[in-house]
């Protein structure tokens, strides 16, 4: 017992598990692997599951890593392409090795629906994740169970307690423990003190630690790492179920997409590769389909990954043509899920071929839209200059993320169109990368390759802040590029601006908080990009939103146009709150987007006031032509009634505060 006097470790941190649905129709409560808790190593993700008749996980691939499934009620069937196959009911445990490949299917059994239980992923270290596919299966009756006291009772999954040790095998060493406790009991548990460790509540309210930290149900409190020996828990009037699991930490590299973790991209895209050809390890997963599935459906579909000798910067574009494996031919028609991958397995070199087409392509759309925004709309643009010195400075150091409102699928390339030429004519760091919505932007190939060279990265809207045109931004901005976004997330056609998405804050914090190097320290910390915003009025008139795919296609003409470039954005003082340990990494991103929220809301008052100038300009016309009003506009007319000002009206010398 000489180590329960070492002390008790504490609780860091309290997260509060929110109900998602995953899968088909499956509700579950993610403890880590969510927005607040992104891992914990060695542990990727925690779900407890409550899964009804008509939902399920049907086929679906695995590499890198192990699911422990740990049923509470309910049953649940399942099935992989080996020919593995069985259920599992209350109190039983599967422990799955994925390792180099699997492919299975985890659903209720209806007659006994719902079904309860927990779902953790643990990584495997990098020396395993090639490991061959390997299942330990417990029923609740094997499983040990450990008795330090009347009313305790602990079932020991994984790992030891109190002299009872488990029978499972853990490639990664692990401590799986559920504990049951009476009301008005305190238990100490042993704990290594390498191991990182959670606690996550089922039933009833737990105090954790010397300061009796209160824990609850759907609760994750996360467990000091001060190398102290014991964790000390205690119930008062009610009963408790909760979890303990704790784990050696690997202290590796993670990479994860989704159903695959490994420790490089390059390794991800060797599993996606490997799963779409059916190849070192998935070779049964080439039409198989599980027979307890809710129907019949395809695999996932994961991005096809060309042979090694395609040239990712399409400098030969004709070899892609004649080669039946490019996956210019086999680029999806319809299903989205692949078209992030597609684009970053293709990077951008911005360099020869990809270099000239993109340069063509941005130049000619910037072209049109010049046109439109002289000939084709009164427009009014405002404090440009200050926005061009920053974009010009040669010797700027700090990479650009401008961030504006969202009104109508018109808003970009228009409101480049008012930029200089010169910004098309120098090195591409005048040049905008913007994220697009992957199912308006990349719907074929033929499609999807314009707005590729238009630099347009494909995001997946309502797909979370952690998903990879996130991440290519973090990195366009790291590379000194101009990143533009849209934070509102969607097109809002309305008076008031809603609320901006998380995203903005995960890129602002990742750019300019510590970045974690590979062996997990802090590497130097970096600058904070400039953040600019800017507002615009008239685009939701220009290209109006209708119900029943009622839309015009083409912009309407004549109508007026105000676009206010803003000041700089500070977000220093609360970087500094952050490093200062006063505010969590959450807070510091949830400021940062207030921050950018109240930029833009201070910036469109300001338009609300210029907007007028070239709706007046507008109905000046209205009134001089009569119903001839709208030829000025488009072309002939314009060069007649100069006088009324028809070009774009610049005050770019005047400041904010000034208009």
């Keep these: 017992m000489s180590a329960l ?12 598990s929110r109900p998602k649905i995953d899968g088909v129709n499956a509700l579950v409560y993610r403890s880590i692997g ?8 060695p542990f990727l993700m925690l779900d407890e599951f409550n899964v009804d008749k008509d939902g399920g996980f049907p086929d679906h691939p695995h590499r890198g890593f192990e699911t422990v499934t740990y049923m509470l009620e309910g049953q649940f069937q399942h099935e992989d392409f080996a020919g593995h196959k069985g259920t599992i009911g209350p109190g039983d445990l599967q422990w799955m090795t994925a390792g180099r490949g699997i492919v299975h299917t985890e659903m209720p059994v209806k007659a006994h ?3 309860h239980g927990l779902q953790l992923w643990i990584n495997l270290p990098m020396s395993e994740k090639m490991c061959e596919p390997q299942y330990q299966e417990l029923l609740d009756g094997q499983v040990p169970r450990a008795n330090p006291q009347d009313g305790v009772v602990i079932k020991v999954i994984a790992g030891e307690s109190h002299g009872v040790s488990s029978k499972v095998y853990t490639r990664t060493p692990t401590m799986y423990l559920d504990f049951k406790m009476a009301p008005n009991k305190t238990v100490e548990q042993a704990i290594p003190s390498s191991y990182n460790g959670f606690i996550y509540g089922l039933k009833g309210t737990i105090f954790v630690g010397e300061e009796g930290v209160m824990g609850k149900p759907h609760q994750t409190l996360v467990l000091s790492e001060d190398g102290t020996e014991t964790i000390k828990i205690s119930t ?20 994860q997409r989704g159903l695959f973790v490994m420790n490089s991209q390059d390794e991800i895209y060797e599993a996606m590769a490997d799963f779409q050809r059916g190849q070192n390890g998935f070779e049964r997963a080439k039409g198989w389909h599980s027979t307890i599935a809710l129907e019949p459906s395809p695999l996932p579909h994961i991005p096809f990954v060309p042979n090694a000798d395609h040239n990712p910067d399409l400098k030969a574009f004709s070899r892609f043509k004649a080669d039946p494996t490019s996956i210019l031919l086999q680029y999806p028609r319809s299903n989205v899920d692949r078209i992030q991958d597609f684009y970053e397995i293709y990077n951008p070199s911005e360099k020869g071929l990809w270099a000239f087409g993109s340069k063509a ?4 759309v910037a072209a049109v839209s010049k046109v439109f925004l002289t000939f084709g709309s009164y427009t009014g643009v405002y404090n440009m200059n200050p926005f061009l010195r920053i974009l010009y400075d040669s010797h700027r150091t700090r990479p650009i993320l401008t961030v504006t409102n969202h009104t109508s699928t018109a808003d970009d390339p228009l409101l480049w169109g008012a930029l200089p030429w010169k910004c098309y004519n120098t090195p591409t760091r005048t040049i905008r990368y913007a994220l697009g ?11 999807g390759h314009f707005f590729r060279f238009g630099q347009i990265v494909p995001i997946i809207r309502g797909n979370g802040v952690y998903q990879p045109a996130i991440d290519k931004s973090i990195n366009l901005l790291r590379s000194g590029r101009w990143v533009h976004i849209f934070p509102e997330g969607k097109i809002n056609q309305t008076d008031q601006l809603i609320r901006l998405k998380w995203g903005v804050g995960r890129i602002l914090m990742e750019y300019g908080g510590p970045t974690i190097s590979e062996g997990g320290k802090p590497m130097n910390e970096v600058e904070m990009p400039i953040v600019v915003p800017i507002y615009h009025l008239g685009m939701e008139d220009i290209l109006r939103l209708y119900p029943n795919n009622d839309s015009p296609i083409f912009p309407k003409l004549g109508m007026p146009l105000t676009i206010v470039f803003g000041e700089p954005i500070e977000f220093g003082s609360v970087m500094q709150e952050y490093k200062e340990g006063r505010i969590s990494e959450v807070e510091a991103r ?19 006031r210029l907007h007028k100038e070239q709706e007046d300009r507008a109905e000046r016309d209205r009134i001089a032509l009569g119903r001839w009003w709208w030829i000025k506009p488009v072309g002939w007319g314009w060069w007649k009634s100069r006088d009324i000002d028809m070009f774009p009206k610049h005050r770019d010398n005047v400041k904010i505060e000034e208009l």
């Design 590 to 608: 949830v400021k940062m987007t207030e921050r950018v929220y109240d930029a833009l809301e201070e910036l469109k008052q300001v338009a609300l």
């Design 361 to 364: 392509i941005m130049s000619g």
């Design 5 to 16: 006097t070492k002390g008790s470790r504490s609780i860091i941190k309290a997260v509060l």
């Design 34 to 41: 969510d927005t607040e808790l992104r891992n914990h190593d």
């Design 113 to 115: 629906a719902p079904a």
């Design 236 to 255: 008062k009037d009610e009963e408790a179920h909760f979890v303990v699991i704790t784990g050696q930490p690997l202290k590796e590299p993670v990479v």
């Design 437 to 447: 919505a992957q199912e308006l932007c990349y719907p074929n190939a033929p499609v």
